[in-house]
């Protein structure tokens, strides 16, 4: 079965250092997302990305965010300046039109 | 915007056993999909069952089954025959079919942690 394929599973970065987390979707899906999960929270949406350019996006995902698809296969989320409040499992999901929606295994970012 | 609760946080069921998770909504869409997913200690999210909203027959996966009742926007998920495996995290999750907005994210409701006793 297909799969959503994150790189790394785990991230430690000091505070106000860039991390770019990895993701590769389902090769047919036209949809991508990243969502975050705070430590014992709800899972929050934080963008999605159509057509090559980002259809939606929520409060948390302020200037020091970013995503990217820098070719076919990737999907890249940036943060600028990690603070400690950034610290979270990061779930990276695609999807085809009103069909299957798969997520990723996760990256852990902690931040110290 | 839509909105989904989880107004149990914690259930416990004996293993074997039946349980029953509950999940309302809230939207003003008349065509949309729910999700039952699935978080255990390993955090990974997996599908556990899916139903569209203009579907009325209620989706069931093996021993998963949900009970859909659109007009009250209720959505609970009913897990027979308990298994230890089946000890995690439960999240409701709804989602807009506005596909042509290039947007299909999900809204996630709280979760509710789910112990089976051995």
């Known amino acids: 079965e297909p799969e959503v394929t994150q790189t790394p599973s785990h991230q430690v970065t000091q505070m106000g250092q860039e991390v770019i987390l990895r993701c590769v979707p389902i090769?047919?899906?036209?949809?991508f997302y990243w969502y975050r999960q705070i430590l014992g929270q709800k899972v929050e949406f934080l963008v999605s990305f159509y057509n090559n350019e980002i259809s939606e996006k929520s409060e948390i995902f302020d200037d020091q965010f970013s995503v990217e698809r820098p070719d076919g296969s990737n999907f890249t989320l940036k943060i600028r300046s990690t603070k400690l409040e950034d610290s979270a499992m990061y779930f990276c999901?695609?999807?085809?039109?009103?069909?299957?929606?798969?997520f990723g295994s996760g990256t852990r970012l902690t931040v110290v | 915007a839509q909105t989904v609760t989880q107004s149990q946080p914690e259930m416990s069921v004996q293993e074997a056993e039946t349980v029953t998770l509950s999940c309302t909504y809230d939207t003003s869409e008349s065509d949309y999909y729910l999700f039952w997913y699935k978080q255990p200690p390993s955090r990974q999210m997996i599908l556990v069952i899916r139903q569209e909203a203009y579907k009325q027959q209620n989706a069931t996966e093996n021993r998963f089954s949900v009970n859909f009742q659109k007009a009250a926007k209720s959505f609970s998920l009913k897990i027979s025959d308990s298994q230890l495996g089946d000890a995690a995290m439960y999240f409701c999750?709804?989602?807009?079919?506005?596909?042509?907005?290039?947007?299909?994210?999900?809204?996630f409701g709280t979760g509710t942690r789910l112990t089976i006793i051995p």
């Open positions: 999901a695609s999807s085809a039109r009103g069909r299957g929606y798969t």
């Open positions: 999750a709804y989602r807009s079919p506005r596909a042509n907005f290039g947007n299909e994210k999900l809204t």
């Open positions: 090769s047919n899906h036209l949809y």
